[in-house]
């Protein structure tokens, strides 16, 4: 996003979200709601900030790192047990939910796919070529 104009991240797409900001915004979200709720910490006011917040890409990268941050440090801690432990909250309807913390995890990275995938397609509309990275170029890993 910080190589393409500014008015193309905000402009209106007719995605899930309004802009590429919106849905990228709305991804890192989603991913700090779900990190914050299986690590039993608040989850108050993840969804609180209006996407005008972001008002340019430094605040995004910022909160970026901070998502970022704070799922490596759930996830270094994570054992196994855990992650085929049940997890139990109250869903937006108020029922009462349960899934393996593995499955949750799940949806986060299905999340993320879905997102990244508009994320591209915006993209391609303007002419963009997107950047290709895959998982294994983002972690540097190298097997031979």
Known sequence: MAEIPWETVTESSGASFDSIRDIFVHSLQAEHFWIRRLSGRSTEGVYGAPFTKYAEINSIKEYADTVEAETNKYLEKLTNQELQSVFEYKG???????????????????????????????????????????YTTYKGQNTR
């Open 92 to 134: 937006r309807d108020g029922n009462i939910n349960r899934n393996f913390t593995e499955d949750v995890l799940m949806h986060v990275v299905e999340e993320e796919i879905h997102h990244r995938g508009e994320i591209l397609c915006i993209y391609w509309q303007h002419d963009i070529q997107p950047p290709y990275i895959s």
